[in-house]
């Protein structure tokens, strides 16, 4: 820790560039669960280096995706738990990427904050790292932007940057879907990361009754069920590409089924989809209760209980289920492409 470079004034001023360092090194051991070969450099540089390994790539295709966490970190902070919800960001940019066969590289994190303090902001970095591992991604760099007067104290926001690759004769691109392909579901943990003002106004998440367990639940509470991070599907997917032919891919995010997997269908085609066929989570029926929202709202702006889709040749379905599952994945069929003008049918 570079204690020479402390700044009394500014330290008066709110920030405290010591706490900064001791925030480094206390996430040190968590970034080095997630060096991979490409790695070329630690962390404290002014960039953070990779070497690009392009074996069996024959036309390398960077593709890239960024985002945030949205307004689920206000349950972090009212839960004041932190070591989750750097899986929630990893995820909602690797889980992007893949939907066009990207294997992810690196990831760079940004957390700003109203005040340093070492230990949460350590705290974050270990689920930013935990997520990471899962997608097989490097964290390679990052940055915490101590901004007293912008953010109060204790609250914070986190946003991150992953880049990956694919052989560009390999990019899942939709053109050779056709009539009959099955639509996979891949379930979700919950409610992932999207749709919160919405569940906010729904859940008073700072009441004792959110911190309630619930039998409808699993015996957890509303909060607990809410911050259960998003999970990353990069695995199992890369494992499928590898042996079905995959038309397309998508990630249910904000907009919910009929805003995301329209975004992979090509025109003149459509998806039914039986809604009785949705293996909707009970977090999703008690949002639903509780603030009289309509199903179509709902699965225009939840998951429900599907964070990710995948559309397979019809001859190759029991393949692909055989393959997910062996991966860890309960997926199951969630319904069937059609020539169609509309994009999505929920029957």
Same mark, same amino acid.
């Given at each position: 820790?570079?204690l020479?470079s402390r700044?009394e004034s /500014?330290?008066?001023a709110?920030v405290?560039?010591?706490?900064?360092?001791?925030?480094v090194e206390?996430m040190?051991e968590?970034?080095a669960k997630?060096?991979?070969?490409?790695?070329?450099?630690g962390?404290?540089?002014?960039?953070?280096?990779f070497?690009l390994?392009l074996?069996?790539i024959s036309?390398p295709?960077?593709?890239?995706?960024?985002?945030?966490?949205?307004?689920k970190l206000k349950?972090a902070?009212?839960?004041?738990k932190?070591?989750t919800?750097g899986?929630?960001?990893?995820a909602?940019?690797v889980?992007?990427?893949?939907?066009?066969?990207?294997k992810?590289?690196?990831?760079?994190? /940004?957390?700003?904050c109203?005040?340093?303090f070492?230990?949460?902001?350590a705290?974050i970095?270990k689920?930013?790292?935990d997520g990471?591992?899962?997608?097989?991604?490097?964290l390679?760099?990052g940055?915490?932007?101590?901004m007293?007067?912008?953010y109060?104290e204790?609250e914070?926001?986190?946003a991150g940057y992953c880049?990956g690759?694919v052989?560009k004769?390999?990019?899942?691109?939709n053109?050779?879907?056709?009539?009959?392909d099955?639509?996979?579901a891949l379930p979700?943990s919950?409610?992932h990361?999207?749709?919160?003002?919405?569940?906010r106004?729904?859940f008073?998440v700072?009441?004792?009754e959110a911190k309630k367990?619930?039998?409808e639940?699993?015996?957890k509470?509303?909060l607990?069920?809410?911050?259960?991070?998003?999970?990353? /599907?990069v695995k199992?997917?890369?494992?499928?590409?590898e042996e079905v032919?995959?038309r397309?891919v998508?990630?249910?995010?904000?907009g919910g089924?009929?805003?995301?997997?329209?975004?992979?269908?090509?025109?003149g085609?459509?998806v039914?989809i039986?809604?009785?066929?949705?293996?909707i989570?009970? +977090?999703?029926?008690l949002?639903?209760k509780?603030g009289? +929202?309509?199903?179509r709202?709902?699965f225009?702006?939840?998951?429900?209980?599907?964070?990710?889709s995948?559309?397979?040749?019809?001859?190759?379905?029991?393949k692909?289920?055989?393959i997910?599952?062996a991966k860890?994945?309960d997926a199951?069929v969630l319904?069937?492409?059609?020539?169609?003008?509309k994009k999505?049918?929920?029957?």
């Amino acid at each position: 820790m570079n204690l020479e470079s402390r700044s009394e004034s /500014y330290a008066k001023a709110g920030v405290d560039i010591t706490a900064g360092y001791k925030a480094v090194e206390l996430m040190k051991e968590h970034i080095a669960k997630t060096v991979t070969p490409g790695v070329m450099s630690g962390i404290g540089g002014f960039g953070g280096l990779f070497e690009l390994d392009l074996t069996g790539i024959s036309k390398p295709v960077l593709v890239s995706g960024t985002d945030g966490v949205g307004t689920k970190l206000k349950l972090a902070f009212t839960a004041n738990k932190h070591d989750t919800i750097g899986i929630d960001c990893v995820a909602m940019c690797v889980n992007d990427i893949i939907c066009c066969g990207a294997k992810p590289l690196f990831f760079l994190d /940004y957390i700003a904050c109203g005040k340093n303090f070492p230990e949460k902001i350590a705290e974050i970095v270990k689920g930013v790292c935990d997520g990471c591992v899962q997608s097989g991604a490097a964290l390679i760099g990052g940055e915490t932007a101590e901004m007293p007067g912008f953010y109060p104290e204790d609250e914070y926001d986190l946003a991150g940057y992953c880049t990956g690759v694919v052989d560009k004769d390999k990019i899942i691109d939709n053109t050779k879907m056709t009539e009959g392909d099955v639509v996979i579901a891949l379930p979700s943990s919950g409610v992932h990361s999207n749709g919160f003002s919405l569940v906010r106004k729904v859940f008073d998440v700072e009441s004792d009754e959110a911190k309630k367990p619930l039998e409808e639940l699993g015996k957890k509470s509303v909060l607990e069920t809410l911050l259960t991070p998003t999970k990353i /599907y990069v695995k199992p997917i890369l494992a499928l590409l590898e042996e079905v032919d995959v038309r397309a891919v998508s990630h249910i995010t904000g907009g919910g089924f009929y805003e995301n997997i329209p975004r992979s269908i090509p025109d003149g085609f459509g998806v039914v989809i039986r809604e009785q066929d949705v293996r909707i989570l009970p +977090i999703f029926n008690l949002i639903e209760k509780c603030g009289n +929202i309509s199903r179509r709202d709902m699965f225009n702006t939840f998951n429900m209980g599907v964070g990710m889709s995948v559309i397979v040749p019809n001859s190759e379905a029991e393949k692909a289920l055989g393959i997910l599952r062996a991966k860890g994945e309960d997926a199951y069929v969630l319904g069937k492409v059609v020539k169609s003008d509309k994009k999505i049918v929920l029957e």
